[in-house]
């Protein structure tokens, strides 16, 4: 298991969240053989965070998760917007130990 950026070594852990990263941030439709994979996200964070709008973009996240990383259960989810940003942090399970991992995803596409 390798970091896409650096080639270095990555724990299970590590992985894991890099999977996610993927599987959140990538568009639907914009992985050539993996049409089917990606998430809603980027295409709704321009939206206004109203209730609707959170609970449309936290199940898109969960259904490209649950999809694309068997390894992870999720256990909870919570998504906050801020000025700018959306905040995503989310707790589960990896071969039964928990992990909690928090990812920022800017308005107009730039997460870190």
Known sequence: ????????????????YQSIEK?????????????????????????????????LLQAGLVLAVMNFEKRFRFTNITLT???????????????DQPVQYHYRYAVGGTYG
């Open 23 to 55: 599987c959140i941030f990538t568009m639907l439709g914009t992985r050539l053989r993996r049409r089917a994979f990606g998430s809603i996200v980027p295409s709704m964070i321009d939206h206004a965070p109203t209730p609707t709008i959170l609970a």
């Open 81 to 95: 917007p801020s000025e700018g940003a959306l905040d995503i942090d989310i707790a589960g399970l990896i071969s």
């Open 1 to 16: 298991m390798m970091c896409a950026q650096t080639g270095r070594w990555l724990t299970l852990e590590e992985h894991v």
